[in-house]
């Protein structure tokens, strides 16, 4: 079976610090994975994919095939970033698998 | 361009009562999606349509969960016989084909008294 796991519900740091949001997933075949955001009053949209291998907004993440994760860090905080962030996973070009979300608060 | 459109944006039934959600998609986009974002459930998937077949259904949680989609465009969920637990914010999203980046909508929050 698919899973996500966030194990953080919430997570709080000061701007300007670093921030890491966990993922670990379970899937036995080759999983594309994903991380969607939602500011507040907005819609959910998608921040990366692993696959494009790219830097938004300053967030990176690495898949680790070994480790099973997908984490999200960014190295300097900005109170911009408070927001909901789901990690989800993909199988087959079809329906994604979300975790159940982090809701990350940056204080000033 | 318009992103996706759900309607309505709010709905308030009282249980036992039939209820409908609508979903225009991105125009063009052949892949549409349901999802179900709830307290303590996070987001589940419900269905999704390739043109106007559904070939994944796997996410609808009982049998008075049905969703249909007419034109290859807009589809509609449709809730029968309402419960307290279908309480949630409803998702929909599209993309240009299966595989491609998911845009979602604003949804509709669905309160059962």
């Known amino acids: 079976a698919q899973r996500v796991t966030q194990p953080e519900k919430l997570l709080s740091v000061f701007k300007g610090a670093p921030v890491e949001l966990k993922c670990n997933y379970s899937y036995s075949g080759s999983p594309e994975l994903f991380w969607y955001v939602q500011y507040s009053r907005q819609r959910l949209q998608l921040l990366l994919r692993?696959?494009s291998r790219e830097s938004i907004k300053g967030f990176t993440a690495d898949l680790n095939k070994g480790e099973t994760s997908f984490h999200l860090k960014k190295p300097f905080a900005q109170e911009e970033d408070s927001a909901m962030y789901y990690c989800a996973l993909r199988r087959r070009a079809q329906k994604l698998v979300f975790g159940q979300g982090t809701r990350l608060t940056i204080n000033p | 361009g318009a992103g996706v459109s759900q309607s309505p944006s709010n709905k308030v039934t009282e249980k036992g009562k039939d209820v409908e959600l609508r979903c225009d998609p991105i125009s063009g986009h052949t892949a549409l999606y349901w999802y179900r974002q709830s307290l303590g459930q996070g987001l589940e998937f419900l269905i999704y349509f390739q043109g106007n077949s559904a070939p994944d259904k796997s996410g609808l949680p009982s049998d008075r969960f049905s969703a249909e989609r007419t034109g290859g465009s807009v589809s509609t969920l449709t809730i029968q016989r309402t419960q307290q637990e279908d309480s949630a914010v409803y998702l929909c999203?599209?993309?240009?084909?299966?595989?491609?980046?998911?845009?979602f909508g604003p949804g509709t929050r669905l309160t059962v008294l």
């Open positions: 692993h696959i």
């Open positions: 999203a599209s993309s240009p084909v299966t595989g491609d980046e998911q845009f």
